[in-house]
Nanobody, 120 residues
Framework: QVQLVESGGGLVQPGGSLGLSCAAS????????MGWYRQAPGKERELVAS???????NYADSVKGRFTISRDNAKNTVYLQMNSLKPEDTAVYYC??????????????WGKGTLVTVSS
């Protein structure tokens, strides 16, 4: 079992910045992938960014150049720095972990989610 604890989130004005973090604990695999998904009201959950334990990174086109994902393997923690935020970035952001190199392989775990609201 893996537990994910997210922190960060909140209300920010358009153009502002916000940071999220997610700490994983439990049976952590040496090879894993962590990332962030988001779900806006009335929309499907979508991948925002992911990073493997080896450092391979993937971003959704909608956040490229604005969001930065990083991780500290020693702390089993993944971070998401969000800059130049737009109202359309408003969503519940979920942390995700998989004990493999891909979310499509292995066992997946989800955090409870943290709300990000971009509004003036």
């Amino acid at each position: 079992q893996v537990q994910l604890v997210e922190s960060g989130g909140g209300l920010v004005q358009p153009g502002g910045s916000l940071g999220l973090s997610c700490a994983a604990s439990g049976s952590i695999s040496s090879i894993n992938i962590m990332g962030w998904y988001r779900q806006a009201p009335g929309k499907e959950r979508e991948l925002v960014a992911s990073i493997t334990s080896g450092g391979n990174i993937n971003y959704a086109d909608s956040v490229k150049g604005r969001f930065t994902i990083s991780r500290d393997n020693a702390k089993n923690t993944v971070y998401l720095q969000m800059n130049s935020l737009k109202p359309e970035d408003t969503a519940v952001y979920y942390c995700k972990y998989s004990n493999s190199w891909s979310f499509f392989v292995g066992m997946n775990y989800w955090g409870k989610g943290t709300l990000v609201t971009v509004s003036s």
